[in-house]
């Protein structure tokens, strides 16, 4: 008879048994297949589970000769570290960890515990009972926390981690019942038992994480394919759009196109307008030579030139001999006529483009001659003085003849140089022509006793 009950005995557990690696070998493929991190805490469950029952059975049959040792050191062994994992499981699978941050003290305690008591029955071989009451206790508490996370957190698998929990609990209790006496040392049927009720919480605990993997799989797969008609929907509204644009940008194409063309000639009319203001402003109305402000202007763009080019730039300074007595004798009229005849000649005697001719300031001139030496300048000048005494100007007043004094300065714009110094020095030779008779051309080189260049400030 204690033989049959070993054979029923050693078939009941083989098939339960196997059914953990089954189980286990199916987390495994599951992981493969998904890439699913829960599978993995749940397969070192199953694995270790599976150890721990092995052991226990051979304790009670001897099947593997194993040493020699008491009917639980095995199983209480590997007991804890499942224990350990399973939690870990729970509480990731619950997301307990991310609901409430304060369960964390729970668990440590929880874990704290069954270490000790593990420890002090290695060390101080303390009764196995209560290392198994302890797992009990810790199994009963992770229930607790499972159920309470359906009622206050609503997930819906804590039922199945609850009854995984309950199993491990009556399991630890079958056990403990074998301890105190209530049943057999060696009573087959109790192991039998504790490992189904082992192998249902297993299958709980797998139930609850298909469900949850298919839900978040039903999700993700939602979401995909709401993303996908969205992108769908966006698709064709982006069509859409691009039609409108692209009407709207040819409309808007055609306007600015017209607008160009309405600026361009806008632009080219204030062009225009601006070039005759600026002849304006910088044309004196009395001779129609170039005024003061332009004499500026250009003289300072031509010295920077001949600084940069390293050129010669001559500036000649021009002015009407006796011209109050001409405004005394003939009156004003007589002497705006004769300004103006003088600006004449002056306008005609330049040939290049590049020179300029500009009345400097009431009956004084100005000449801008760049690329000029000193020879040409006083050629130049030369000519209008000698054109000027020839010329006899018919006014209301009667015939007038007038003679022009002109200073010359020729030189290389230095950097040592102050910007006016080509000014100052032709104006000084024109001082010099005055002060030596009047009617002739000095140039600056040509005086008896000639200042310093003016310095750069």
Known sequence: MKRLDTIAMLIASSGLIGALVAINFALVLLYLFSRHRRFIPLAMYVFLLTLAYSALLDSALNIWHLPSVALTDYWLWLMAPALLVGQYFSA????????????????????????????????????????????????????????????????????????????????????????????????????????????????????????????????????????LAELKANEKMRSKLLQVQEQAQEALEAKIQERTFELEIALRELQEANRELEEKNTQDALTGLKNRRFFDKKYLAEFRRSRRERSELSIVMLDIDHFKKVNDNYGHLAGDEVIRCVGRII??????????????????????????????ALQLAQKINERIEQTHITTDAGMIQITVSCGVYTNVAELEMAQNAHVEFADQALYCAKQTGRNRVVHYNQMPAKPKLAKSK
């Open 92 to 227: 990731t699978s619950l997301n307990l960890h991310r609901h409430q941050p304060k369960l964390k003290k729970v668990f440590a305690t929880l874990s704290a515990l069954v270490f000790t008591t593990l420890l002090l029955y290695l060390v101080f071989d303390v009764a196995e009972m209560w290392v198994v009451s302890l797992y009990a206790l810790q199994a009963l508490g992770l229930a607790g926390i499972a159920m309470w996370s359906k009622w206050r957190l609503k997930v819906d698998i804590a039922l199945w981690i609850t009854g995984g929990w309950l199993a491990i609990f009556s399991a630890c209790c079958f056990a403990i019942s074998v301890f105190t006496g209530f049943r057999p040392n060696h009573e087959s049927g109790s192991y039998v038992v504790m490992l189904g009720i082992s192998v249902a919480g297993v299958a709980f605990w797998f139930i609850a994480l298909s469900k949850q993997y298919l839900r978040e799989r039903s999700r993700v797969l939602a979401e995909q394919h709401k993303a």
């Open 347 to 376: 306008g005609d005697m330049l040939k290049r483009p590049s020179d300029a001719g500009c009345r400097y300031g009431g009956e004084e001139f100005a000449l801008i001659l760049p690329n000029t030496d000193t020879q040409g």
